[in-house]
């Protein structure tokens, strides 16, 4: 109602959210938030419209106490208009008429005084009211730079959301990259232990080769200088395979190697990726705590500014 004090504005904190309304996760199930807010406006529906046919009820109520009071002024003025006329010729009413004006000189300060201390109290109430005011405006600018720093507050977690998200699709492109990699790796190690087996094929062909030839080189002894030069020949090609053998084998060891490396990259990278999600699931809750705030505030601000234009209306009636 219009008589009710304006709300207590002085236990808003002023140095951060935190103080008053900690930082606690909710969930709502698909549907919950909205179906909240519906019920929400519902409610203040019905409690608008009951304001509303309060506020019609008390102002036809007014209407008909001064249809009243203007019916029996009425009535009172006929009444005395009808004594008037009657007792305007009369010789006492006209010998009072004469002397009440002497009468009335008598109580004249006394009605000054009166007339002054009535006026004395209307100041007062004047400045008072005038008091009053004065802290409802600086509650109304004290609410207004809460609600500006609130503004702020949810316009840096908007952009520290964005960067989130940022930083995770550059994390994705990241990841899959490092998993191509990965998949050429592993392709080339397959290529590299198939030519490994052909090459320890080659070496076992050989050193039949060798056995058999060293056989036949104790049967012939005519023909041992060539085969031992064949011999030769073949082992140096041995050998050749062998250093090949190692160093493809080195090849694969580093490659194996650089794959480790890469998969523990890569779940960097997904651990990464992963606190860069919660951080901006953390973020996007913050923001709908402090919108939420912020829509309280709003409504807090609005039940002011009524009350305050409902005092305002009341001071020309004083």
């Not at 198939?194 to 023909?223: C, F, H, Q, W, Y």
């Not at 064949?230 to 140096?236: A, F, G, P, S, Y």
Request: glycine share 2%.
């Amino acid at each position: 109602s219009c008589s009710s004090p304006p709300p207590d504005l002085s236990s808003l904190p002023s140095s951060g959210i935190n103080a008053e309304w900690p930082l606690r996760p909710g969930f709502f199930r698909a549907g919950v938030l909205a179906n909240l807010e519906s019920e929400r406006d519902e409610k203040l529906r019905v409690l608008i419209i009951g304001i509303q046919a309060l506020a019609r009820g008390k102002l036809a109520v007014e209407n008909f106490k001064k249809l009243i009071q203007q019916h029996k002024a009425i009535q009172v003025l006929q009444r005395n208009g009808k004594c008037y006329l009657k007792l305007r010729n009369w010789q006492w009413w006209r010998l009072f008429t004469k002397v009440k004006p002497l009468l009335q000189v008598t109580s004249r300060d006394k009605e000054i005084h009166e007339r002054e201390e009535e006026l004395k109290k209307v100041q007062d109430q004047h400045n008072k009211d005038k008091q009053t005011m004065e802290e409802i405006e600086a509650l109304l600018k004290k609410t207004m730079e809460e609600r500006a720093l609130l503004n702020e507050q949810i316009f840096r977690e908007k952009e520290m959301a964005a960067e989130a998200d940022d930083q995770r699709v550059r994390l994705a492109t990241k990841k899959a990259e490092l998993e191509e990699y990965i998949h050429d790796l592993e392709e080339r190690i397959d290529s590299e232990e198939e030519k490994n087996m052909k090459i320890m094929s080659e070496k076992k062909r050989v050193e039949g080769t060798i056995a058999e030839l060293e056989a036949t080189l104790a049967d012939e002894g005519n023909a041992r200088q060539k085969l031992s030069i064949e011999k030769q020949q073949l082992e140096n090609k041995l050998k050749a395979i062998e250093d090949s053998l190692a160093n493809r084998e080195d090849n694969i060891a580093k490659m194996t190697r650089d794959k480790a490396q890469m998969d523990a990259r890569l779940k960097d990278t997904q651990s990464a990726l992963i606190e860069e999600e919660d951080k901006g699931k953390a973020l996007t809750k913050q923001k709908v705590k402090l919108e939420t705030m912020l829509q309280e505030l709003e409504d807090k601000l609005q039940k002011k500014e009524k009350s305050t234009d409902c005092d305002s209306a009341l001071i020309p009636l004083l």
